[in-house]
């Protein structure tokens, strides 16, 4: 599905929409519709609207990581060498085509990136590290934070 990002204004009727489908997007849009009192091909056609738009970007499924033996994770803070346009862009791509990699923000205040990883144990994790960090030329330094609980993991976004 092609995503244009254009934008385009939310009113109260969208908002709804995205505040009960990011806890459910698998709720059928006729009981959707019901609770926004709208008709379900309204919000059909709201959804789609709003997939096109770039709005909604995508439909995933939530993994508890523990049910797939993913016991690691680790907070990642990354220092590149310098900040030019091609060593970042660079880190982009190879951070977003990593899978351990589970979210990957560039960051100010003397850090260049925030990762979270996952591993299964930390022989592989420190593979992992070996391989994007230890030896990629453009990291000057990294420092892992393992997390101990996972006390709050998701991405729902408060929609005012």
């Not at 803070?77 to 880190?91: G, P, Q, S």
């Not at 979210?103 to 144990?121: E, K, M, N, R, W």
């Amino acid at each position: 599905m092609s995503k244009k990002n254009t934008p385009r204004p939310l009113d109260e009727f969208d908002r709804a929409i995205l505040r009960i489908v990011q806890k459910d997007n698998r709720m059928p849009q006729r009981q959707i519709a019901e609770r926004v009192n709208l008709s379900a091909a309204a919000v059909q056609r709201r959804i789609a609207a709003m997939e096109n738009a770039g709005i909604i970007a995508g439909n995933t499924a939530v993994v508890n990581v523990q049910a797939v033996s993913m016991s690691i994770t680790a907070i990642v803070e990354i220092r590149l060498k310098d900040e030019r346009i091609e060593t970042v862009d660079t880190a982009k791509t190879l951070f977003r085509s990593a899978p351990e990699v589970q979210q990957c923000y560039y960051v100010t205040g003397g850090i260049s990136f925030i990762l979270i990883v996952v591993a299964p144990d930390m022989s592989a994790y420190e593979e992992i590290t070996r391989r994007l960090f230890a030896q990629n030329d453009s990291v000057a330094s990294y420092r892992s934070l393992i997390a101990l609980d996972r006390v709050k993991a998701g991405s729902t976004i408060v929609i005012p």
